[in-house]
């Protein structure tokens, strides 16, 4: 990718993230859905080339700016993968895995009940 097309996408991530970080007090993102949300065709194309990696870096950096409240939940859960009891990140933890028991200190985890606590 050249430089400057990698200019302009950072340009269009500071857009985006600036608008959100404004508009809204708590921000509760489902990284998968960031795509949809900008059903515009030039933003989901970039951000599918990048990854919604720095996107969601600079929405975390500027909410802390703001002071604003930002809330990662992914439709799949992917906090669910960390043990609410240590923090083991379980990344072999299937979609339709239930339960789970934490490697690291042996817990037993119901997926659903684990990310409830963690957002209670
Ligand atoms: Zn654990």
């Not at 993968?81 to 990140?89: A, P, V």
Request: charged share 30%.
């Amino acid at each position: 990718m050249g430089r400057k097309k990698q200019n302009k996408l950072n340009d269009i991530y500071h857009k985006i993230s600036h608008y959100l970080v404004k508009k809204y007090d708590i921000i509760c993102m489902e990284n998968l859905d960031i795509k949809e949300m900008f059903k515009n065709k030039d933003i989901s194309s970039s951000l599918q080339k990048i990854g919604l990696y720095k996107l969601v870096n600079m929405i975390k950096y500027k909410c802390k700016w703001y002071g604003k409240k930002l809330v990662q939940i992914s439709r799949w859960f992917p906090s669910s993968k960390n043990c609410s009891k240590c923090g083991y990140y379980y990344k072999n933890l299937k979609d339709n895995q239930k339960e789970w028991i934490c490697p690291s200190c042996k817990t037993k985890h119901d997926r659903d009940v684990n990310t409830a606590k963690k957002y209670s």
